[in-house]
């Protein structure tokens, strides 16, 4: 898993552990020195003091490191979705032909957008939990079966047995859930992406259509969320019976026995708020490993971003037949994409015409898959940045200025326009084709335009 590779090896990731560790500790260390002030008040020794200090000291000390994990998690959070989104930049740059397939892009935008960040955020805190409960209760069992009872190890070994029983049983049903539930977020995101067109403008049928499946869309989110949660607590409680029982046990019978002297009958009391604390703090760790699936499963459809379906050929869309080739006015025969490449061996301005549906933009994006950093293309919808972009400029005003800034600040060889006469009034028109021409001296330029060829050009 991409994604999940990125995250475990961070350094930050292995202090905040490191410092949870000290922390828990710390805290283990409590019941010891607890244990050793009671029996010096019961024997009336007059050294409890010193236990009674270093008790006090087990309650403040953890906060230390304790607060500086927290820190590392918030660094080994933002780390890992910066490096997700490196990744991203990585896995996605220069996949031209990807452009063109829109199914893609509705799956996929709102999944790195919206929930990919959330995901990773969420799944760095859960782990946080589950490391924090993990140790807490590892190292207070070690100590209470030390200085209380030896068997108390036993009854939270047989806790731990059973209970993950149920967590392997539960597992693969929960992971399902867990995906089923996360692609049915996907789909509400991606269908709210298309809110603003289907109401702004106002067109009641669109609205209809839209407002649809929207309903149908939330409909089965909100009945995966419910399942998800309604899963996931009838195995918490689960995991909660199995946890307690075989402690509740050992404790009564321990008790009860009166094989046991005062002191270690004072140890038992004294500790069973820690020993009530364990015993919450192993079912949250059980609940989390039962939430394991539920993390991998949407880690796993992030990690869908990188996978690409789409097999299907493009050079079949193109119909070379249907498709006019002129260079400065002068018409050419092209057949292929290697005549087209060989026509851009030399600067000039290329221009083609076509009925929609021809495969004009397929070639060109065939075209910057061939050429790579050779050239750019510059599609007639876009959400391109660029360093001179204004709202207070027009579509055209917009779109010149952005060839200047291209045309300056880029190499390329060769420039790939897509109907970036699309929309424009005559005198904008004219004001670029002008600067096209002038661009064409020295670059290979590949042009579709908007209008047939008897009209405006």
């Given at each position: 898993?991409?994604?999940?590779?990125?995250?475990?090896?961070?350094?930050?990731?292995?202090?905040?552990?490191?410092?949870?560790?000290v922390?828990?500790?710390?805290?283990?260390?409590?019941?010891?020195?607890?244990?050793?002030?009671?029996?010096?008040?019961?024997?009336?020794?007059?050294n409890?003091?010193?236990?009674?200090?270093?008790?006090?000291?087990?309650?403040?000390?953890?906060?230390?490191?304790?607060?500086?994990?927290?820190?590392?998690?918030?660094?080994?959070?933002?780390?890992?979705?910066?490096?997700?989104?490196?990744?991203?930049?990585?896995?996605?740059?220069?996949?031209?032909?990807?452009?063109?397939?829109?199914?893609?892009?509705?799956?996929?935008?709102?999944?790195?957008?919206?929930?990919?960040?959330?995901?990773?955020?969420?799944?760095?805190?859960?782990f946080?939990?589950?490391?924090?409960?993990?140790?807490?209760?590892?190292?207070?069992?070690?100590?209470?079966?030390?200085?209380?009872?030896?068997?108390?190890?036993?009854?939270?070994?047989?806790?731990?047995?059973?209970?993950?029983?149920?967590?392997?049983?539960?597992?693969?049903?929960?992971?399902?859930?867990?995906?089923?539930?996360?692609?049915?977020?996907?789909?509400?995101?991606?269908?709210?992406?298309?809110?603003?067109?289907?109401?702004?403008?106002?067109?009641?049928?669109?609205?209809?259509?839209?407002?649809?499946?929207?309903?149908?869309?939330?409909?089965?989110?909100?009945?995966?969320?419910?399942?998800?949660?309604?899963?996931?607590?009838?195995?918490?409680?689960?995991?909660?019976?199995?946890?307690?029982?075989?402690?509740?046990?050992?404790?009564?019978?321990?008790?009860?026995?009166?094989?046991?002297?005062?002191?270690?009958?004072?140890?038992?009391?004294?500790?069973?708020?820690r020993?009530?604390?364990?015993?919450n703090?192993?079912?949250?760790?059980?609940?989390?490993?039962?939430?394991?699936?539920?993390?991998?499963?949407?880690?796993?459809?992030?990690?869908?971003?990188?996978?690409?379906?789409?097999?299907?050929?493009?050079?079949?869309?193109?119909k070379?037949?249907?498709?006019?080739?002129?260079?400065?006015?002068?018409?050419?025969?092209?057949?292929?994409?290697?005549?087209?490449?060989?026509?851009?061996n030399?600067?000039?301005?290329?221009?083609?015409?076509?009925?929609?549906?021809?495969?004009?933009?397929?070639?060109?994006?065939?075209?910057?898959?061939?050429?790579?950093?050779?050239?750019?293309?510059?599609?007639?919808?876009?959400?391109?940045?660029?360093?001179?972009?204004?709202?207070?400029?027009?579509?055209?005003?917009?779109?010149?200025?952005?060839?200047?800034?291209?045309?300056?600040?880029?190499?390329?060889?060769?420039?790939?326009l897509?109907?970036?006469?699309?929309?424009?009034?005559?005198?904008?028109?004219?004001?670029?084709?002008?600067l096209?021409?002038?661009?064409s001296?020295?670059?290979?330029?590949?042009?579709?335009?908007?209008?047939?060829?008897?009209?405006?050009?």
């Amino acid at each position: 898993m991409v994604i999940m590779r990125k995250i475990f090896f961070h350094p930050f990731c292995w202090i905040m552990l490191a410092l949870l560790f000290v922390q828990q500790i710390l805290v283990a260390s409590s019941t010891i020195w607890l244990v050793m002030t009671a029996n010096a008040v019961y024997n009336n020794s007059g050294n409890y003091l010193p236990p009674l200090l270093l008790y006090l000291a087990s309650l403040v000390l953890p906060y230390f490191p304790g607060g500086f994990a927290l820190v590392y998690l918030e660094k080994w959070s933002q780390s890992s979705q910066l490096k997700s989104i490196e990744t991203t930049q990585t896995e996605l740059n220069h996949k031209p032909l990807l452009w063109i397939d829109l199914k893609e892009k509705e799956k996929k935008l709102p999944l790195f957008a919206k929930e990919g960040l959330q995901t990773i955020s969420g799944f760095t805190s859960y782990f946080y939990d589950l490391a924090a409960c993990s140790l807490n209760a590892l190292l207070n069992v070690i100590t209470l079966s030390w200085i209380v009872e030896p068997l108390l190890l036993l009854g939270y070994g047989a806790s731990l047995v059973m209970a993950a029983l149920l967590v392997r049983f539960q597992a693969p049903i929960n992971q399902q859930i867990s995906s089923q539930t996360e692609q049915s977020r996907i789909r509400l995101s991606s269908h709210l992406f298309r809110m603003w067109d289907n109401l702004v403008l106002g067109n009641s049928y669109n609205r209809g259509i839209w407002s649809t499946r929207l309903s149908e869309r939330f409909s089965q989110a909100q009945h995966m969320n419910v399942k998800s949660v309604r899963f996931n607590q009838l195995v918490a409680i689960g995991i909660a019976l199995l946890t307690m029982l075989p402690t509740f046990i050992i404790l009564i019978w321990s008790l009860q026995s009166r094989t046991h002297g005062i002191t270690t009958t004072i140890a038992i009391v004294v500790s069973l708020p820690r020993i009530f604390q364990i015993l919450n703090s192993s079912h949250q760790v059980l609940s989390l490993i039962s939430s394991w699936s539920t993390q991998k499963g949407k880690i796993e459809v992030l990690d869908s971003l990188f996978k690409f379906s789409s097999t299907e050929n493009l050079l079949e869309r193109i119909k070379f037949a249907q498709i006019q080739f002129e260079k400065h006015g002068t018409p050419h025969a092209i057949r292929s994409v290697d005549e087209c490449l060989r026509l851009l061996n030399q600067p000039g301005r290329m221009t083609l015409r076509g009925p929609n549906g021809s495969g004009k933009s397929t070639l060109l994006l065939l075209l910057k898959n061939i050429l790579g950093s050779r050239a750019y293309y510059l599609p007639a919808q876009h959400s391109l940045t660029f360093q001179n972009e204004s709202k207070e400029r027009s579509t055209g005003e917009q779109l010149f200025e952005s060839l200047k800034e291209i045309a300056e600040n880029n190499p390329s060889e060769v420039l790939l326009l897509d109907e970036w006469d699309a929309n424009l009034d005559d005198k904008n028109k004219d004001k670029i084709s002008l600067l096209i021409d002038n661009l064409s001296i020295q670059r290979g330029i590949v042009e579709i335009r908007h209008h047939s060829k008897n009209q405006h050009t």
